[in-house]
């Protein structure tokens, strides 16, 4: 995942990456969710590769795409801490 977000960084709020390349069962996805926030994602059973086999695959991309999408129109906003 870490070399997917290098070369292709998620810009913007519910901007996905796929580590569609990665193997074993290393972080598989990645969310942006606002400014400094994201959600990472991983199968700790399965390679994205042998998941990507698997015909629920599509349904699961939309779902994530659909999640992408809420954040994109409603990114999370964090407040700063106060303190000294």
């Known amino acids: 995942l870490r070399a997917a977000v290098?070369?292709?960084p998620p810009a913007a709020?519910?901007?996905l990456?796929?580590?569609l390349d990665a193997a074993g069962t290393g972080y598989d996805v990645?969310?942006?969710l606002g400014a400094t926030s994201y959600l990472v994602c991983n199968h700790t059973d399965?390679?994205?590769a042998k998941i990507r086999e698997h015909p629920g695959w599509l349904g699961a991309q939309?779902?994530?795409f659909e999640l992408g999408?809420?954040?994109r129109a409603d990114?999370?906003?964090e407040e700063k801490a106060e303190g000294p």
Do not use: C, M, S
């Open 6 to 8: 290098a070369t292709h």
């Open 13 to 15: 709020p519910g901007d």
């Open 17 to 19: 990456v796929f580590a």
């Open 30 to 32: 990645f969310l942006r």
């Open 46 to 48: 399965r390679a994205l």
């Open 62 to 64: 939309a779902v994530l």
């Open 69 to 71: 999408e809420k954040f």
């Open 75 to 77: 990114p999370l906003v």
